[in-house]
């Protein structure tokens, strides 16, 4: 029997007025935002995501997964207060949330310490939570709404083009659809295919450091108000942020080969090894990276017999002025990733904009990253609805030029500050310890300095 | 600085000078090496394209802050309440900002209610009909001018986009020849326009019949000041020649007290017949060009540029 099958091309050709590449934080913020606002919920809008994500996402909310995940981010009051407004944060798995009013940060090297107080100045969220609070926030929106923002997950972009005869962007994604938007916004990451259709440079480096992370859990012997700690060592910053019910989410940044040594060690061993890195010196350090980068058997009885010294010398008053140690490891929460500085020259092209990582990428050591990310939304949104009452095109650049002339130099000046904290700290050199050190304790005793800087980190300075 | 104006030289000087509207032919020579570049926001159009945002926002505020918010609510439970009193100086910023924000509510619920048809007189290149045409609020944009250029450049532009592709028209007319009977509008603008023709209070008038009961007629032009001169043609075409040499002809600029007078001359007019009588001044506004930041609204609307709106009675 002789057959004929045919296959119909079953592309589909889709006009959007946005087009948003990326699901995460930056991306469903941004979606969830236009659809929230009474000027911009009519506009159609597509997001477009390689992995999937709504299965999952809902997943999380409705079972929630025993152990934290490790990927867990700081959230300003600013940041919450935004998700807020959008109808977001209520969405949130709250429980699984940490809220804290105090950060110490201290130097690894000369002991010099400083206290950030701050009723809530930073709150943390798995990065997760926030997706799926997100997503869930979207999902009631788009139920009350007859312009649904539609998600297309498990679809990677294939190629981007310019339509030849509007010059609006086109894209051909993995499912064989096209879709031609007035505006495609990249939250899309350091790597930005956005970023680089539209021709636009980013400039940085590379910190040749790896943040490690891992999430442990507190050894249960005395209560404490939930704080986050910081200690600078010449390799980079450890800090240990309080997730709830004695959890702890670890970020340690350190030189490539000591990070390949903190995944290469057993859990027992990573276990001591964080401990030792929030207390012993930096001689002591140094001697103990050794051991482990030779597999030594005595790695773990060294420690031990280390911290032991430590706390036997140790006033008990002193002993706040450390975190305690952690004595459980969330299974398979080990894991790093490369710090990288990078800010692109501009977040706005003719029908192009950039948000989060896709415009700037920073080191963790203040956790901004993502929160810059927000700030970015806001004022996107925010002259989008301007454009929008205007009858502007919001894909025209006099649309867009606002949210780049306002977030682009705020946001080089926290990279700038980021970066310059990362150099000072970066090192053991006396006179820049001595120098940072008496810098440090003067400016813990200078309240209204002191508060100036909360209030940069805590988002609460700026309108 | 002003671009949206009447061109003849298609139409032959017998035509000009039968039209109310017609503008001066120096004047008017300085259209056609606008056309090509009227739509790139970083050509010379610039700050056109700046003034539209000031445009948009005078058009906005005026009709959103005319809405009568409890028009037709009877139950008093449901109506909004609005103080007799300006509550940012009287109350704590609590109570201010929830009776504000009520108000606020209210009024966009009944802003997304309307359905309005423009008139954009002298569109030029069609930077405000477009824009009105976007606005989800308008039904439908008709966009006359006396230009075949720049009428061919706005039907062009408008193909590109699918949301004012159906909502726009565009045609080569005078205001005096559409048929009041027939063309009747909710908003009809006569933007940068006036200080350009030869009989401004004809124009004026003609413009007039083509808006309905309750509608409104957003005009803007300069006042005959030391000021507007020195910007508008001292600065503006002989120094930074930002508008060809001749754009603008400081006799024919219109000072804000003289077109309010105008209007209110037509209420003691014994002529029952005088349109000007369904009319009110309903706001103006003054607004400034600062360079590197582009066009602002300022309340002195005696010097410089200004915007009027004239509603008429329901």
Not at chain 2, 100 to 120: H, P, S, T, V, Y
């Amino acid at each position: 029997m002789f057959q004929v099958i045919r296959r119909f091309a079953t592309s589909v050709s889709n006009v959007a007025d946005i087009v948003i590449i990326g699901g995460g934080p930056a991306g469903l913020t941004l979606g969830t935002a236009l659809k929230n606002s009474p000027v911009t919920k009519h506009l159609k809008i597509h997001l477009v995501e390689g992995g999937k994500i709504i299965e999952p996402l809902n997943s999380f909310l409705e079972t929630p997964p025993p152990n934290y995940l490790n990927r867990v981010v700081s959230l300003t009051p600013s940041t919450i207060g935004f998700l807020d407004s959008i109808g977001a944060w209520s969405h949130f798995n709250q429980e699984r949330t940490q809220s804290y009013d105090d950060i110490v940060t201290y130097d690894g090297v000369s002991g010099a310490r400083m206290n950030f107080e701050h009723p809530d100045i930073a709150t943390m969220v798995e990065t997760t939570n926030i997706q799926a609070g997100l997503l869930s926030r979207l999902n009631e929106l788009n139920s009350q709404q007859e312009v649904k923002l539609v998600i297309q997950e498990d679809t990677k972009v294939t190629s981007i083009a310019k339509d030849s005869i509007t010059q609006w962007p086109t894209l051909k994604l993995s499912n064989g659809d096209s879709l031609t938007c007035r505006l495609l916004v990249g939250c899309d990451g350091y790597n930005s295919p956005v970023r680089h259709f539209a021709g636009i440079e980013s400039r940085g480096w590379s910190y040749n450091r790896w943040g490690v992370v891992a999430t442990f859990k507190f050894a249960d012997t005395e209560f404490r108000f939930p704080t986050g700690w910081q200690r600078f060592l010449p390799t980079g910053p450890l800090a240990l942020l309080p997730l709830p019910n004695g959890y702890t989410s670890m970020v340690w940044s350190t030189t490539p080969e000591l990070a390949e040594m903190l995944l290469s060690l057993d859990e027992t061993e990573f276990l001591s090894m964080v401990n030792a890195g929030t207390r012993l010196s930096t001689e002591e350090l140094s001697m103990i990276y050794d051991l482990a980068k030779s597999k030594s058997p005595d790695l773990l009885e060294q420690i031990q017999w280390r911290l032991n010294l430590f706390a036997g010398k140790l006033k008990p008053a002193d002993e706040e002025n450390f975190p305690l140690q952690v004595s459980e490891i969330v299974t398979g929460s080990r894991a790093r990733f490369p710090l990288k500085l990078s800010h692109a020259d501009t977040y706005v092209e003719d029908r192009v904009a950039l948000v989060g990582d896709a415009a700037h990428t920073t080191h963790p050591l203040a956790g901004q990253g993502l929160n810059m990310g927000q700030e970015d939304v806001k004022s996107l949104v925010g002259a989008l609805e301007r454009a929008t009452s205007r009858g502007l095109d919001i894909g025209n650049s006099l649309a867009l030029e606002p949210y780049f002339s306002e977030r682009w130099p705020q946001n080089h000046v926290l990279l700038g500050v980021m970066d310059k904290i990362h150099k000072i700290y970066s090192t053991d050199f006396a006179p820049l310890v001595a120098a940072r050190s008496f810098g440090v304790d003067v400016l813990n005793s200078l309240g209204p300095i002191k508060d100036f800087m909360v209030g940069r980190i805590s988002g609460n300075s700026k309108r | 600085m002003h671009h949206l104006r009447r061109q003849f030289s298609h139409v032959g000087r017998l035509l000009q000078q039968s039209k109310l509207t017609a503008t001066s032919e120096i004047e008017m020579s300085h259209f056609n090496q606008l056309a090509s570049t009227w739509w790139d926001v970083n050509g010379p159009q610039r700050i056109l394209h700046k003034m539209n945002l000031l445009r948009m926002d005078f058009i906005n505020d005026t009709i959103k802050s005319h809405l009568k918010l409890n028009k037709g609510v009877t139950d008093p439970e449901e109506q909004i309440y609005i103080p007799p009193f300006n509550v940012d100086n009287v109350l704590p910023k609590e109570i201010a900002d929830r009776i504000n924000g009520e108000q606020e509510i209210r009024r966009q619920q009944l802003w997304q209610q309307l359905k309005l048809d423009a008139l954009d007189i002298g569109c030029g290149g069609g930077i405000l009909s477009e824009s009105l045409a976007r606005l989800p609020v308008v039904n439908r944009v008709k966009g006359i001018d006396l230009s075949t250029e720049v009428l061919e450049v706005a039907r062009q532009h408008k193909k590109l986009d699918p949301m004012v592709r159906e909502k726009l028209t565009y045609e080569l007319k005078a205001v005096e020849d559409l048929d009041p009977n027939t063309e009747q509008y909710d908003v009809v603008t006569m933007f940068e326009m006036l200080e350009h023709v030869n009989y401004p209070a004809e124009v004026l008038k003609a413009a007039l019949r083509h808006v309905k009961p309750g509608g409104w007629i957003f005009i803007s032009t300069i006042n005959r000041d030391l000021i507007s001169w020195f910007t508008t043609i001292f600065m503006g075409e002989h120094i930074l020649k930002i508008v060809p040499l001749g754009t603008h002809t400081y006799d024919k600029y219109i000072n804000e007290k003289e077109l309010e007078k105008w209007v209110e001359d037509g209420h003691e007019n014994s002529d029952l017949g005088d349109l000007r009588k369904q009319f009110e001044v309903a706001g103006s506004k003054g607004c400034v060009y600062l360079p590197c930041y582009g066009w602002k609204f300022t309340d002195n609307v005696e010097v410089g540029n200004y915007f009027m709106a004239l509603k008429r009675r329901d």
